[in-house]
């Protein structure tokens, strides 16, 4: 199952995220050739009001899912992840993407079935990371904003 929701933020809600993901960028850290920030560690008020509302709208798409990692991932011009499957928790059953803008060039999310997601601010992708092949293709121009979470449907696995 991939499920897309347009519109799943706001544009004031991602431009108010986004500006808290820029003014923690020098807390984030090198993953390969993008950078990560945990988002508790940037906001902590932030971060339990987002596993709240994504935990909520998976609820009502009776998809029992809390959220285990939320990440702002960094993304500048060259950047790009070949297909692969997420390496994560045992525990983990959920990934999402959600474009905090689309003011850049490349940077599709894309799964080895053919599916291509266009970026949109304010757009989820989510996804079993651990079943569906997927990547990121190259930025071409302008960097890219987005929130990546991983999900679990067991609750004794959190780290609370």
Same mark, same amino acid.
């Given at each position: 199952?991939?499920? /897309?929701?347009?519109? #799943?933020?706001?544009? +004031?809600?991602?431009?108010n995220i986004k500006k808290i993901a820029i003014?923690?960028?020098n807390k984030s850290e090198a993953f390969r050739?993008?950078?990560?920030?945990?988002? /508790?560690?940037?906001?902590?008020?932030?971060?339990?009001?987002?596993?709240?509302?994504?935990?909520?709208?998976?609820?009502? @798409?009776?998809?029992?899912? #809390?959220?285990?990692?939320?990440?702002?991932?960094?993304?500048?011009?060259?950047?790009? +992840?070949?297909?692969? #499957?997420?390496?994560?928790?045992? %525990?983990?059953?959920? $990934?999402? /993407?959600?474009?905090?803008?689309?003011?850049?060039?490349?940077?599709?999310?894309?799964?080895?079935?053919?599916?291509?997601?266009?970026? @949109?601010?304010? @757009?989820?992708? #989510?996804?079993?990371?651990?079943?569906?092949?997927?990547?990121? %293709? @190259?930025? $071409? +121009?302008?960097?890219r904003y987005v929130c990546a979470f991983w999900?679990?449907?067991? /609750?004794?696995?959190?780290?609370?």
């Amino acid at each position: 199952m991939i499920l /897309i929701e347009e519109n #799943f933020l706001s544009d +004031q809600d991602c431009d108010n995220i986004k500006k808290i993901a820029i003014e923690s960028y020098n807390k984030s850290e090198a993953f390969r050739d993008i950078h990560v920030l945990e988002i /508790i560690k940037a906001n902590y008020d932030l971060s339990k009001k987002l596993g709240f509302v994504y935990s909520n709208y998976l609820g009502t @798409k009776n998809i029992v899912a #809390f959220p285990e990692l939320l990440q702002f991932t960094y993304w500048t011009p060259n950047s790009f +992840q070949d297909l692969h #499957f997420d390496v994560t928790r045992d %525990s983990t059953n959920l $990934t999402s /993407i959600t474009y905090l803008n689309d003011d850049y060039e490349g940077g599709e999310t894309y799964f080895e079935n053919d599916v291509v997601v266009k970026p @949109k601010k304010g @757009k989820v992708v #989510f996804f079993d990371g651990k079943k569906y092949k997927h990547g990121v %293709s @190259k930025i $071409t +121009q302008g960097n890219r904003y987005v929130c990546a979470f991983w999900y679990t449907n067991n /609750i004794s696995k959190l780290n609370c």
